[in-house]
C-alpha cells in the first residue's frame, strides 16, 4: 500500500470514528434540556395526581428512598415516612371535606356525591446539571368541599425542589413547600428564583 | 487492489454506513420524549385557545380524523360531528353567558364589554409510545360572565387522552372530560394516572 | 493509486462528510422544537417570579436590550424604560395590597403577614422558527390582599408574544398583555391563535 493512500485510509478511519463519538448524543438516552425538562415535568403532574386521588404509594415513589417532604410545618424523611406522614393528614379518598360531606347530604334539590380537591402546579422554573435539578414552581389548589359543591379556589403558594435521577428516573430528593395562606407558611419576599 | 486494502475499504465505509443510520434520530424528525411531548402541550393548549375563542375548524383540526370527543354526557365521532355537536352547545363568539350580558347592560356606571370563558390545562402527564400517546391532565374553567365582569373559578375536572401522530402531527383520537361540578360527570375516586 | 481506489475513497470520504455535517444537530447545542420550547418554558415562568418578587434586573433581563413591554394602556421600550415604567406601577416587595394591610392590621384573632399576589401561565403555544419565536398563552392572578389573606382569583387575560435566541439565550422582544377585567384592555374576539 502506498504511504499516501495509509494516510488518507487513516484520515477516513479517524473522521468516522469522530463522527461516531460525536453522534452518540443522538441516542434514545440523550441528556438535553428539553428531556430532562419534560420528564420532570411529567413527574410534577404525576405527583399531583396521586396526592388528590390519595394514591400514597404512587406519591411516595416519585421520591427518592430517602427524600424529603418539608411542609414547613412538618417535615419527612424517605418513603415509609411520607407515607405515614402524609397519609395521616390526608382525608380518605372522596372524602376531601368530611364536614361539607355532612351538610350537603341535608340539601335534597342537588344529588349529593363526593368532595375533591385538586391540587396545580405552574410556572415551573428548572435549572438542571447532569442527573441534579433544582426548581421553583407556583401551585394553587381549588376544592368543591362545599354544600353546592362549586369550584373555588382556596390556597396557593410555591415549591423549592430538589431532584435527582436515579437509574434514569427523575425523583424528588428533596421537596419543600411554601403557603401562603398560612402565617408560619408563608415564603420569602425576597424573589426565590433566579 | 491488494486484498488487506479491499478489507480496510469495507471495514470503513460500513463504519460510515452505520453511523449514518445511528445518526438517524438525529434529524429534526427525531421522536424523542421530549420532542414529542413539546408537541403534545403545542396541542393541547392550541385546543383551548380554538374552544374559548369559538373557532371550531381550528379546534377540530386538532383532532383524527374520526377522533372521539366525550364529555360523559355527550359523545361525537368525527371532526363533523364534534363540530355540528359542539357548536350546538356553545354560545356565539363574545356571548359567553347571554344572560349576564343583558344584566350588565343594565349598569350604567361600568362600560359594557363582552364577557369571556378561560379554559386552563395544567398537571400534563403523558406515556408516549412510538406513534401513540395516552396523557391525563387538569383542567379548570374561569370567567366574567357576571355584571361586574369579576374573573371567577367555575368549574373543574380532569382529562383522559389518546393521541395519535398522523403524518408527523400530534393529534387527539380520544378526548374525555370529567367535570366535578356535575354529578353525573364526575371521574374516578381511584387514581386515574400512573 | 488506481482510478477505481480513488474514487472509492472520495466517496467515502464524502460520505463521511456528509455524515458530520448531519450529525451536526445532534451536538448539546441544537435546536430543536422541544430543546427551544423547553427553554422558552422556563423563560416565561422565570419571568413571572421575578414581576411577583418585585425583581425588576431579573424581570428586564428576560427582554431583550431593545424589547417592549405593552401592557395596552402603556407601553415601555429597552429594559432602562421597563423597569422605571413598571416599577412606578409595582407595590412595594410585600405590599401586594396597601390598603388591605392596613385594613388587616386592625384584626386581632389573626396575626399580620404581608399580602401577595401571583401570575400563573397556562396554555402556552408556541411557533418557533430558528432564532425566532412568537407565542400564546393565557394568565391569571390570584391574590390574598384582603383582610382574611383569603386565596382569590381577581384577573385573567392572554399574552402575545415575540421572542429571540440572543447568543444562545431565548428572551422576549416583545410582550403583549390583553386583560379582561379592564374594558379598554381586553383582547379580540377572534382567536388569537392558530
Not at 428539553?34 to 396526592?51: K, S, T
Not at 344529588?111 to 385538586?118: D, I, Q, S, V
Not at 389548589?141 to 435527582?164: F, Q, T
Request: aromatic share 10%.
Amino acid at each position: 500500500m502506498s504511504k499516501l493512500m495509509t494516510k488518507v485510509l487513516f484520515i477516513v478511519a479517524g473522521l468516522t470514528l469522530m463522527t461516531i463519538l460525536a453522534c452518540k448524543p443522538a441516542d434514545k438516552d440523550l441528556s438535553t434540556y428539553g428531556e430532562d425538562r419534560a420528564e420532570i415535568e411529567n413527574l410534577q403532574a404525576r405527583y399531583m395526581f396521586a396526592l388528590d386521588f390519595g394514591d400514597l404509594d404512587t406519591f411516595v415513589s416519585t421520591f427518592t428512598e430517602d427524600g424529603t417532604l418539608d411542609i414547613i410545618g412538618m417535615k419527612w424523611q424517605g418513603r415509609e415516612n411520607i407515607k405515614e406522614g402524609l397519609g395521616g393528614m390526608m382525608p380518605p379518598a372522596g372524602e376531601e371535606n368530611p364536614e361539607a360531606q355532612e351538610a350537603s347530604e341535608a340539601t335534597e334539590e342537588k344529588p349529593l356525591y363526593r368532595a375533591t380537591g385538586r391540587h396545580n402546579i405552574s410556572n415551573i422554573v428548572l435549572k438542571i446539571d447532569g442527573d441534579k435539578a433544582v426548581g421553583r414552581a407556583y401551585w394553587f389548589h381549588m376544592g368543591n368541599g362545599n354544600p353546592d359543591r362549586k369550584a373555588a379556589l382556596d390556597s396557593y403558594g410555591y415549591y423549592e425542589d430538589e431532584m435527582k435521577k436515579v437509574n434514569g428516573q427523575w425523583l424528588f430528593s428533596k421537596r419543600r413547600i411554601y403557603n401562603e395562606q398560612m402565617a408560619e407558611w408563608i415564603g420569602s419576599d425576597k424573589n426565590p428564583c433566579w
